[in-house]
């Protein structure tokens, strides 16, 4: 009998194991979830092509004109384009980027239960982490695996993203963070957390799908997810999520009760 699950994308990078013997494991994108904004969306609006290019790529990615990998390529392409540098773009966002008001307290909380936290990111895993090490200090920082795309740096400053899964419309495809865990014979509850294009693969994989509310309407993953008809809650911030992740973990509701809420 054929199969209709498409096979998993090569990945160029490796990936961390699993956390095979939680009862609960926390999958975050990082960009505009964790942080209060776009990273690579701040760069491209300051120092590449501009707000409203941007916003039509986006656009485009979510009505199937063209991928996030190629779209997303374009946009940090024009950030170096315009002769900025890796290394000044560090800078840049270790200035503009914050953490989600909530996220630290969230944070604690699944450290005190157990549960890991894993970035899932389609951005470049050394501008993640020189930002959150400058959030939340080196120690904990170190603690919170990262899995993203990365980077090449060339002898003259100018620099590329390198896809994880180069063969996939995604660039990286998130799925294949989430997959793994849906063939354990006795896996976790999967929290995922996103906000835009860049989770679209992940989207129908998670046990408990949170989509970040955004200011100014740009919320292509609720777009998204009302269009397919996929599970979510909406949340305004981590301290909104970990009122609703605390009350599953802690038994004092169901999933299913819990997505029927709609909010966090």
């Not at 000044?88 to 549960?115: P, Q, T």
């Not at 998670?206 to 269009?227: H, S, T």
Request: with cysteine.
């Amino acid at each position: 009998m054929a199969s209709n699950v498409e096979p998993a994308p090569e990945s160029t990078l490796p990936y961390p194991p699993i956390h095979k013997d939680k009862k609960f494991v926390v999958l975050s994108d990082w960009d505009g979830t964790i942080t209060n904004r776009d990273s690579n969306d701040y760069m491209t609006d300051n120092l590449g092509f501009g707000l409203e290019k941007r916003r039509q790529g986006n656009l485009d990615i979510l009505s199937g004109k063209t991928t996030f990998r190629d779209a997303f390529r374009e946009m940090l392409e024009s950030v170096s384009a315009n002769g900025h540098t890796f290394e000044e773009c560090k800078e840049v966002l270790k200035k503009n980027i914050l953490l989600d008001v909530g996220f630290k307290d969230f944070y604690s909380y699944c450290k005190a239960h157990d549960i890991p936290i894993v970035i899932i990111s389609s951005g470049m895993a050394p501008l993640i982490r020189a930002v959150l090490s400058s959030l939340i200090g080196e120690a904990d920082a170190r603690a919170i695996e990262i899995v993203s795309n990365e980077v090449d740096v060339r002898p003259d400053g100018s620099w590329e993203i390198k896809y994880r899964h180069p063969s996939s419309g995604y660039g990286h495809d998130k799925s294949q963070a989430i997959l793994p865990y849906r063939a354990l014979p006795d896996p976790p509850t999967v929290f995922f957390f996103g906000d835009g294009v860049s989770d679209m693969s992940a989207a129908r994989h998670a046990d408990v799908l949170y989509v970040k509310e955004k200011e100014g309407g740009d919320n292509d993953l609720a777009a998204f997810c009302r269009r397919e008809n996929i599970p979510h809650l909406l949340f305004e911030d981590f301290t909104h999520a970990l009122r609703s992740v605390s009350a599953i973990v802690e038994g004092k509701t169901s999933v299913k009760d819990a997505l029927a809420q709609g909010r966090a």
